[in-house]
């Protein structure tokens, strides 16, 4: 339908850094014009972007932005808790496994510690406004964190590591993936299998160079969107970083 397929375009646009909360869309006759269709189809995609929560269309004023999808622009490392509460967005986080394991031979290596040394394992899905947006399967070293508890992962890792435990987290190394929703994955995320989703590993590292903590999420690409405003490191600065910090 070339209505939804408008609405799609336009929902992108209205998440981008060009519009803000209470920023008026162009009229329907401007859009029919830029999309080449009539300005029926346009009045459609509009009633699907309303119909969305996305604008709110006002008699004799025009449409206008109401609300975006969660949305994260990243030019520094922010934790996804600290971006969702200044948007004022109402989050909560559901543990679903917290348990001491010995480290598996793959988790070690990502961790730089031994194999069967000991680590926190933890699944958790992070839900926004009361909507699944994020499952999270986390690996932590145990003798980094004596402390950790089933109250910091209902938290944000992020304010436990620096704050509580006096540890700068000074980067991450990240890795995103497309994948389908398999069952297990469609039933923690309240979603049809098949469901494509975002599979981002996470690997967190000090100013001391430990590495802190190794995550897989599975994030909802319908409701989440990422802008990456990335520093681009001419060849001759490329000598004052260590190799490892300028891997892929």
């Given at each position: 339908?070339?209505?939804k397929s408008?609405?799609?375009?336009?929902?992108?646009?209205?998440?981008?850094?060009?519009?803000?909360?209470?920023?008026?869309?162009?009229?329907?006759k401007a859009?029919?014009?830029?999309?080449?269709?009539?300005?029926?189809?346009?009045?459609?995609?509009?009633?699907?972007?309303?119909?969305?929560?996305?604008?709110?269309?006002?008699?004799?004023?025009g449409?206008?932005?109401?609300?975006?999808d969660?949305?994260?622009?990243?030019?520094?490392?922010?934790?996804?808790?600290?971006?969702?509460?200044?948007?004022?967005?109402?989050?909560?986080?559901?543990?679903?496994?917290f348990?001491?394991?010995?480290?598996?031979?793959?988790?070690?290596?990502?961790?730089?510690?031994?194999?069967?040394?000991?680590?926190?394992?933890?699944?958790?899905v992070?839900?926004?406004?009361?909507?699944?947006?994020?499952?999270?399967?986390?690996?932590?070293?145990?003798?980094?964190?004596?402390?950790?508890?089933?109250?910091?992962?209902?938290?944000?890792?992020f304010?436990?590591?620096?704050?509580?435990?006096?540890?700068?987290?000074?980067?991450?190394?990240?890795?995103?993936?497309?994948?389908?929703?398999?069952?297990?994955?469609?039933?923690?995320?309240?979603?049809?299998?098949?469901?494509?989703?975002?599979?981002?590993?996470?690997?967190s590292?000090?100013?001391?160079?430990?590495?802190?903590?190794?995550?897989?999420?599975?994030?909802?690409?319908?409701d989440?969107?990422?802008?990456?405003?990335?520093?681009?490191?001419?060849?001759?600065?490329?000598?004052?970083?260590?190799?490892?910090?300028?891997?892929?």
């Open positions: 339908m070339i209505y408008i609405a799609d375009r336009l929902r992108l646009r209205l998440n981008s850094s060009d519009y803000n909360i209470g920023s008026m869309l162009p009229g329907e859009l029919a014009q830029e999309f080449g269709v009539a300005r029926m189809t346009i009045r459609k995609a509009l009633s699907l972007l309303v119909s969305w929560g996305l604008v709110e269309s006002r008699h004799g004023s449409t206008f932005v109401s609300r975006k969660v949305h994260h622009e990243t030019t520094n490392l922010t934790g996804l808790m600290e971006v969702l509460r200044q948007q004022g967005k109402e989050v909560q986080s559901k543990v679903l496994l348990e001491v394991m010995p480290a598996p031979p793959a988790i070690a290596s990502q961790l730089r510690i031994q194999v069967d040394e000991r680590i926190y394992f933890s699944r958790r992070r839900y926004v406004d009361g909507k699944p947006l994020m499952l999270e399967d986390s690996f932590m070293p145990v003798k980094l964190f004596r402390n950790l508890s089933l109250a910091h992962l209902e938290g944000s890792k304010d436990y590591i620096e704050k509580e435990c006096g540890i700068t987290i000074s980067g991450n190394y990240e890795s995103l993936t497309p994948v389908l929703a398999d069952k297990q994955l469609a039933s923690y995320m309240k979603l049809p299998e098949q469901t494509p989703l975002l599979r981002i590993t996470s690997l590292y000090s100013d001391s160079g430990e590495f802190l903590n190794y995550s897989v999420m599975f994030r909802n690409t319908s989440y969107q990422v802008d990456y405003h990335l520093r681009r490191i001419h060849p001759e600065e490329l000598v004052a970083y260590p190799p490892e910090q300028c891997r892929e």
